[in-house]
């Protein structure tokens, strides 16, 4: 007789590697079938979020959570302190998305204001990004004050950018992953 809210897994006493190992084969068995109707809906929301479904999908089973919103580096965007107008191809990436949170990280010596002032209503907000001789813990603690305001898990986040330092900002910071900027503004979807 099984309990209430038991899931019949393996027994957590002494000696179960076998029947834990069982488990978690038969478990893993069932994993690749999806259901069509998830599938169609995973492929919408990839392309919701402007991401091949690959791309989606592995981000998605890494992290085991969707994709809510991105973090785009300035550099990302292509947007500089004597040009902080975003280019076409970057904004009608951006204007096309739907259903997430997109924060930019603008690098000095941009400043944010004057990023949202050259680009109002691309983005939802922009702050700024962590400093380049920034140590690990000051790197997470920026990257989660730009998730704060809006209370936003970090494995939930995408980063987007352009730098090698960029895809480190994504680790300090936990996120759900890194793209590089020319992957994810070049991609058809």
């Known amino acids: ?13 002494r000696r179960t590697s076998w029947r834990k190992y069982c488990w978690t084969k038969a478990r893993a068995d069932l994993m690749p079938h ?3 109707e998830i599938l169609r809906n995973r492929v919408k ?14 981000v998605r089973a ?19 302190k004597h040009h902080p107008k975003l280019p076409p191809d970057r904004s009608v990436k951006l204007a096309a998305l739907k259903d997430c949170k997109r924060i ?23 702050v700024r990004a962590p400093e380049a001789h920034a ?3 000051a790197t997470r603690n920026a990257i989660h004050a730009s998730l704060a305001p809006d209370k936003l898990p970090a494995d939930g986040i995408l980063l987007i950018g352009d730098t090698t330092l960029e895809r480190e900002w994504s680790t300090a910071g936990r996120l759900a992953g890194y793209l ?8 058809s979807v």
């Open 180 to 187: 590089p900027a020319d992957r994810y503004f070049n991609q």
């Open 34 to 36: 999806l259901p069509i």
């Open 1 to 13: 007789m099984t309990s209430s809210g038991h899931n019949n897994g393996p027994s957590l006493g």
């Open 45 to 58: 929301r990839a392309k919701e979020l402007g991401l091949e479904y690959k791309t989606y999908a592995s």
């Open 135 to 137: 140590g690990w813990s």
């Open 62 to 80: 890494s992290t085991g959570h969707d994709v809510i919103g991105f973090l785009f580096s300035s550099n990302a965007l292509r947007a500089f």
């Open 104 to 126: 930019a990280l603008v690098v000095s010596p941009l400043t944010p204001d004057a990023f949202l002032a050259a680009n109002p209503s691309t983005l939802l907000g922009a």
